[in-house]
């Protein structure tokens, strides 16, 4: 099945730093979200972005399908962005079933 | 509903025992999802209907997990002989798919279910 891989594992900031979240996958895609958990276990709807750029106010996100990879920017961070950052991906081969990757661990301090 | 609801929040039962978890999608989505996270992992996969029917049940670990949705909105997955090693996060998500067809839309999560198997 389509391998998807999550780059960093873990980053730390300052708060108002700036950061890129990447996402590779290794099959042609059709869906493409991007996802915060947020401490409590939910998951929250970042972007659905399977292909070019969405902007979200300090959030953004970009997706090359060609390429087969999608950055997640985040800028002026703040504590309230800590949590776990997934990206998840839905093959052009299985309409429904997404592989999700192992996720990265943001760590914001004040 | 506004969103997609898991019930209940949290499960605690014996080992060997049998469970029902329940999603109810939000209200028109055509397509639902159910996911099992472990601490410190991404979501994974075990099954997706589309309508009544299973599109895709190839994540289901093993023949003591099923799954149903009889009437293409609320769906029960069901563990039975629960085992400790089945003590996870179980996820749902529902998404819409176009009449025309092609990819199903953006999929929302519900809270999730936390069962502890002791």
């Known amino acids: 099945g389509i391998q998807v891989e999550q780059s960093p594992p873990d980053l730390i900031l300052q708060e108002g730093a700036n950061s890129t979240l990447r996402c590779n996958f290794s099959d042609s895609v059709n869906n493409l979200q991007w996802f915060h958990q947020n401490p409590w276990g939910q998951l929250i709807n970042l972007f659905y972005?399977?292909?070019g750029t969405k902007q979200n106010g300090r959030l953004s996100a970009t997706t090359v399908a060609t390429e087969r990879y999608s950055l997640l920017y985040i800028s002026s961070s703040q504590t309230t962005d800590s949590g776990v950052y997934f990206c998840?991906?839905?093959?052009?081969?299985?309409?429904?079933?997404?592989?999700f990757g192992d996720g990265t661990t943001l760590t914001v301090k004040p | 509903g506004a969103g997609v609801s898991q019930t209940p929040s949290n499960k605690v039962t014996e080992k060997g025992k049998y469970v029902e978890l329940r999603c109810d999608p939000i209200s028109g989505h055509t397509a639902l999802y159910w996911y099992r996270q472990s601490l410190g992992q991404g979501p994974e996969f075990l099954i997706y209907f589309q309508g009544t029917g299973a599109a895709d049940d190839s994540g289901l670990p093993n023949d003591r997990f099923f799954a149903v949705r009889p009437e293409g909105s609320v769906s029960t997955l069901k563990i039975q002989r629960t085992e400790r090693g089945d003590s996870a996060v179980y996820l749902c998500a529902s998404s819409f798919r176009p009449p025309s067809g092609g990819a199903n839309t953006e999929a929302f999560f519900g809270q999730g279910t936390r069962l502890t198997v002791v």
């Open positions: 972005i399977p292909s």
């Open positions: 998840a991906v839905v093959p052009n081969t299985n309409a429904g079933k997404s592989t």
